[in-house]
């Protein structure tokens, strides 16, 4: 995937991904602006379909979705080989990328400014920002997606702020759900007995035994210096008050062998996998790993090897007021997972009370994106945050290249900052996503459009609560790395929009992002000004109701 700068010598930096409102994400259920989003299953008529260009190096693979191509139809199957295919648009017209559901990296910056530090640069991922909201994208009445997408005007120059919707449809408490098989990895080194680590932990695993169905399942691995299975797979029913006793009996030893830990689990979880059940690792850790493998390298490939086999996906709960933030993605990334981070037992409870039990069941596996933006409109682009999540754009239809995996009830929201052509009219974007069937692994896909028409309004016109609240998520990230996204107002301005916003809807997540603003503004002093994207054109790298 690559982007276009419009400016001679201007940097270049490809931005990739997107990612789901994860299991800490907070619903926002109220419309977007400038909406003109179209939900479509995408065909592969005769035309349709391009090959990729081959002079990358890429490998001419069932090709891309062109601006414009993607027309109402079925779900579409993989292209069959053979047919005639069209050049495609030049590559810095497309942004692909493997759909993801972290949110950890909002929930330690939250934590870390609270405690008086600004954030260090390189944990701050906005896509992770953005995803802890949850907007209320139309849901699908099957599995698979909902696409949606709008935009608004954002500053001068002809740039505007275009987000692109996903969602799952939610999952029904009491309905019928395939079971679950949970192996629960547990670190109880010396680092984890500091107040909200292994204490928080033993709370939300006590939580959760009395939540799970009893034809679930669960395991328990603890790690320090060498990991121990304290309980195999074990049906839920049958053992819940063994299963608290286990969990009531965790103690702090020593180091923080991550790697043994991980391997532990990844081997009970094989050993007790069930059939047609929801087969996941959960690792809890503060992921400063200092004993066996400390590098995510060391300990991929075995999780690699685990979920191609199996399908057995890892999910990472971080805490900690120290935390490893890139080996936990790293290790949940290669695990087609996703990470959140708790730090108070009212995050913990609505991570493993009220969402872990419904959000088992999977809607779609491999999940990816691709946006194709229409050269006669669009003049330069840039995706906000998902560098980890690239995909190259002749991959897009490579159902042997990993995307995400995405569970029932959640959204993933991808954010652009585009400038238009002076003058524009018609087709801005086709936001096309690509799936595998989570029961019989056939291939699906679906799109939506917005246009040139749809971006006229400001961003901050009106009371248009959805898209503002994942603007502001995106400029408060990109501000904490210090980026320069076209048209930013500043933190005291993203501060009192929030404020609003919360002020009107009664939220308080919405309210803890405005805390949060706050807290960086005073720690970066009044010294820090606003970015000014617009005016730095040639530096652009281009190409509770809410929860």
Known sequence: MSRQSTAPNGRRRARFGATIAGLLAAGLAVGGCGASGETSDASHAEGGRTAPDTSRGGAASPGYVAPGTATPGADADAPEEGEQRTRPPAPDYLSTFALDVDTASYGYARRTL??????????????????????????????GFGVSLDGARAGRDGWSLVRVGLATRAADRSGERPPAALTFVVDISGSMAEPGRLDLVKESLGLLAGELRDDDSMALVTFSDEAETRLPMTRVGESRGRIREVVEALETTSSTNVEAGVRTGYDVAVEGRREGAT??????????????ATEAEAILSRIEEERRQYGITLFGVGVGSDYGDDLMEKLADKGDGHTTYVSTSAQARKVFVEQLPTHVELRARDAKAQVAFDRGTVESFRLIGYENREVADEDFRNDSVDGGEIGAGHTVTALYAVKTRPGATGRVATATVRWLDPATRAPKERSG?????????????????????????????????????????????????????????????????????????RLRGPSAEPGDGASREGELRSGDPYS
């Open 114 to 143: 609270a405690e008086g530090r600004l954030p260090d640069p390189s944990t701050v991922r906005p896509e992770e920002f953005v995803n802890s909201f949850r907007p209320d994208y139309p849901r699908p009445a099957d599995n």
């Open 449 to 521: 459009t917005v246009a040139a028409e749809a971006l006229t309004a400001g961003i901050w016109d009106g009371g248009h609560d959805s898209l503002q609240l994942t603007a502001i998520a995106a400029y408060f990230a990109d501000a904490l790395r210090g980026g320069d996204l076209p048209g930013d107002p500043g933190l005291p301005a993203l501060a009192e929009r929030a404020e609003a916003i919360a002020g009107r809807s009664g939220s308080a997540v919405v309210r803890e992002l405005a805390e949060a603003v706050r807290q960086a503004e």
């Open 279 to 292: 087969n996941r690792v959960v690792l809890l850790s503060d992921a400063l790993a200092n004993t066996g």
